[in-house]
């Protein structure tokens, strides 16, 4: 019943090259300075990745990135390259060298401020963000092209009050 968050993709570079995973497990921490927490597990590669380099992006996808969206959710980065099967565009970002989507609707460059290893959480601050302006200023302008992809739990998604379905994809 908590799920209801933008879903994110989650931009990492590692010995791999670059990787994204999905979150929705994510909230605003502080505005000053703009701080954001989340959650992701220590198994995950995107994890082992942001350990490694501190740093990380924060992308929002809308509905046309679904289907990549539920593959980078569905499968490990330590099976596959994920961005190079999905044909996810990936550029270095403006400030820190991490992916960004630019597909997505914004972008936020975050630098790994402290980590709980037994909660699992991450609190990063926001160096900086750009978005879309026919999706995002100020707010969210949901009434056109603004509409992030919110995960409602399963394979149930939330566009605007569109209501989306999409399982998992572990295969391309």
Same mark, same amino acid.
């Given at each position: 019943? %908590? ?10 570079? @590692? ?28 198994? /995950? ?27 980078? @959710? ?28 630019? #597909? ?9 401020? /402290? ?7 991450? #609190?990063?601050?926001?160096?900086? &963000?750009? &978005? #879309? ?12 092209? @603004?509409?992030?992809?919110? /995960? ?11 209501? %989306? ?8």
């Amino acid at each position: 019943m %908590l799920l209801n968050n933008p879903v994110t993709l989650i931009g990492t570079r @590692g010995e791999g090259g670059y990787n994204a995973c999905a979150l929705s497990w994510i909230t605003p921490a502080s505005k000053a300075p703009p701080t954001i927490s989340l959650y992701l597990n220590p198994s /995950h590669l995107s994890r082992e990745n942001i350990e490694k380099t501190a740093v990380f992006s924060l992308n929002f996808p809308d509905r046309g990135l679904i289907r990549e969206t539920a593959f980078a @959710g569905g499968v490990s980065g330590r099976k596959v390259s994920k961005l190079k099967i999905c044909g996810l565009a990936a550029i270095r970002g403006k400030i820190l060298n991490v992916p960004i989507f630019p #597909d997505c609707l914004a972008q936020m460059e975050c630098r790994v401020a /402290h980590m709980d290893q037994s909660s699992h959480r991450l #609190d990063a601050v926001v160096v900086y &963000a750009m &978005a #879309d302006e026919e999706a995002f200023y100020d707010h969210w302008r949901v009434e056109g092209k @603004g509409r992030p992809l919110q /995960h409602l739990g399963g394979p149930w998604y939330q566009s605007g009050g569109e209501l %989306l379905q999409q399982k998992k994809i572990r295969y391309w």
